[in-house]
């Protein structure tokens, strides 16, 4: 049997995970853990009823998805790094990024997965992962892009980070082609890799050929990371 101590530091790691990523799933607890579903299931439920997740099944079909409360980033000691709520048209999107911070951490355990409410803050003014910008004006802030996880090198001095975006659906050409050439001028990034649905594929690969992005950013299947 674990220790009040133990369990503690249990309950807090996995309320800094789903801070870190916005939204978390039981399957994705469960593939990060190496743990039953059940066994998830009981963890994220025990953790809502007391107030510090929210559960929430905006699709039908699908893995229910939990956020932090308030109490949650109380407990956690993450009072700055809140969770925004999951609209049914994120849903999937938010349920496919949970899965993949999930396998990249166990495929990386040297790595560091950082999710999306993560990377918000980190990419405020002055924060350390940067973002896609698409364009500056003169008087107005600049129109920028930030990717949904990034994998981080730990222990290696100057190790830069490789930034993930989760493509699900295509987006419009022009933006397409806008985003793939910012992340081809972005710094401080070791890359850009797109973990792309077999429909998004074919016009990521001709958007990053339009814009010269090749070097730097790349496609892979989503599901050579998460399965079908």
Known sequence: MSSPATSQDSRVELLRWAAGLGAVTAE????????????ARGRLTAATREGLLCRARPLTGRPAIYTLTRAGSRAAGLEGLGSRPVSAAGAEHAIACAQ?????SRAHPSCRVMGEAELRARAAPGGSIPVAVLSRQAHDSPLSHRADLALVPQGVAGGLPVLI????????PRRLEAICRAWARCR??????????????EPLRRAIARASASSAVAVVPL????GE
Do not use: R
């Open 28 to 39: 994705a607890l469960a593939l990060l853990e190496g743990a039953p579903l059940a066994s």
């Open 188 to 201: 401080g990034v070791a890359g850009v890799v797109y973990l792309a649905s077999p429909v998004v594929e």
């Open 100 to 104: 993949v911070a999930a396998a990249l």
């Open 165 to 172: 975006e989760v493509e699900l659906s295509v987006k419009a």
């Open 223 to 226: 599901a050579s990371v998460i």
